[in-house]
Nanobody
Framework: VQLQASGGGLVQAGGSLRLSCAASEPTFRIYSMAWFRQAPGKEREFVAGISRSGSSTYYADSVKGRFTISRVNAKNTVYLQMNSLKPEDTGVYYC??????????????????WGQGTLVTVSS
């Protein structure tokens, strides 16, 4: 599967962005989908994940209450709505897909399929 992430950009602190991740094949075949981010000089970290049905979502503590992950399987797309953005949210955001049965995983190594990344820059 190919994943195409989009929606990044430059925004002021307190602003909002919505990221999209379009999959090349039906997302109902994908068990978990997730967003990760990587800031310069730092390791890639889990941001949010969602189960195949969309009924279960998981968030990093740093984004709880500000970010919302959703998926529309009919459109083969996963979204990340980011509100109240902070400068520390700056980084390259990657979407990832996991075809393995089970719960949403938060380790980057658990995902075999990755999008190309979209840059989010939050200015203070």
């Amino acid at each position: 599967v190919q994943l195409q992430a989009s929606g990044g950009g430059l925004v002021q602190a307190g602003g909002s962005l919505r990221l999209s991740c379009a999959a090349s094949e039906p997302t109902f075949r994908i068990y978990s989908m997730a967003w990760f981010r990587q800031a310069p000089g730092k390791e890639r970290e889990f941001v949010a994940g969602i189960s195949r049905s969309g009924s279960s979502t998981y968030y990093a503590d740093s984004v709880k209450g500000r970010f919302t992950i959703s998926r529309v399987n009919a459109k083969n797309t996963v979204y990340l709505q980011m509100n109240s953005l902070k400068p520390e949210d700056t980084g390259v955001y990657y979407c990832a897909a996991d075809f393995t049965f089970g719960s949403v995983k938060t380790r980057p190594t658990a995902y075999d399929h990755w999008g190309q990344g979209t840059l989010v820059t939050v200015s203070s």
